[in-house]
C-alpha cells in the first residue's frame, strides 16, 4: 500500500474521529458492566464506520489515489468492522436480558416504530451487504439501488439511538456528532446524484 501525503491526512481525520467518539462516550453516563461497551460504545464505533464507508463512495478515485489501493478494500474493511460491531449491539443486549425478542420489529405505533428502528436496520443492513456480495449476478442499476438501503438502515439507526440511546440522549457531544454525520452522509448522497444528473447532460 502506497499512501500519499493526503492519504495520511484523511486517515488521520477518520483516526481522529474514532478516538472523538470513544472519548465522547467516556465523557458521558458511566457504564453498568462489559454488555454496555457493546451495547453502547460498540454501535456508536459502528456506526461511524459504516458512516465513513458511506462517505467515500462518490470519492473513489481520490480514495484510490491517495491510498494506493483498491477503494473497495477500504469500503470493505470499513463495512465488515461496522457490520461486527452492530451485530454485537443487540447480540450482547439479547444476552444481557436472556431474551431473543430484542430482534422482532416493532410496529405497534409510530413513536415506538422509531423508537426500535434499529431493529429494522439489522436486517436492512445484512440484505445490504448481501446484495454487495452478488452483485455480478445483477445489473448495475439494481445492485446498486438495493445496495442503497443502506442509507434507509442508517437513517433508522439514527433515529432509532435518538429516541433510545443513553448517550443520544444523555450527551449533547454524541447528538450534535451523529447528527452531522447523518446529515454529511445525505449531502453526499444528493452531490452523488448530481455528479451524475452532469455526466447524463453532458453524454
Ligand atoms: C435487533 C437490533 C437492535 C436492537 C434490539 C437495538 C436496541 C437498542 C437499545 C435498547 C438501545 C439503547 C441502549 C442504551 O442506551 O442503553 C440502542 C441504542 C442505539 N442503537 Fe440499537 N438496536 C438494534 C440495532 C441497531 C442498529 C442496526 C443500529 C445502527 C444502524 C443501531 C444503532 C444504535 C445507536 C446509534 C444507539 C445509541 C447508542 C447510545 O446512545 O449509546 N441499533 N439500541
Known amino acids: 500500500m502506497d499512501i500519499t501525503k493526503k492519504g495520511y491526512y484523511f486517515l488521520g ?4 474521529l474514532f478516538i472523538w467518539v470513544i ?9 453498568d458492566d462489559v454488555f454496555d461497551i457493546f451495547i453502547r460504545l460498540g454501535v456508536l464505533i459502528g456506526y461511524t464506520a459504516m458512516f465513513v464507508a458511506a462517505l467515500i463512495i462518490p470519492f ?7 491510498f494506493g489501493t483498491s477503494f473497495l478494500k477500504i469500503h470493505h474493511l470499513l463495512s465488515v468492522i461496522g457490520i461486527i460491531l452492530i451485530t454485537a449491539h443487540p447480540i450482547a443486549m439479547a444476552i444481557n436480558w436472556e431474551t431473543l425478542s430484542v430482534f422482532l420489529p416493532e410496529f405497534s405505533d409510530w413513536f415506538t416504530f422509531w423508537q426500535n428502528s434499529g431493529r429494522l436496520a439489522f436486517y436492512i443492513i445484512y440484505f445490504a451487504a448481501i446484495i454487495g456480495l452478488v452483485r455480478k449476478y445483477m445489473t ?4 446498486r439501488f438495493l445496495h442503497g438501503f443502506i442509507y ?9 439511538g435518538l429516541f433510545s440511546g443513553t448517550d443520544f440522549q444523555e450527551n449533547f457531544g454524541v447528538m450534535i456528532t451523529f447528527t452531522a454525520m447523518l446529515v454529511l452522509i445525505f449531502e453526499v448522497l444528493i452531490y452523488r446524484r448530481y455528479q451524475k444528473y452532469k455526466l447524463k447532460q453532458k453524454t
Open 13 to 16: 481525520l477518520i483516526i481522529g
Open 23 to 31: 472519548i465522547l462516550y467516556f465523557l458521558g453516563p458511566p457504564g
Open 60 to 66: 473513489m478515485k481520490e480514495v484510490t489515489k491517495m
Open 140 to 143: 448495475p442499476k439494481i445492485w
Open 152 to 160: 434507509i438502515a442508517l437513517l433508522f439507526g439514527y433515529f432509532h
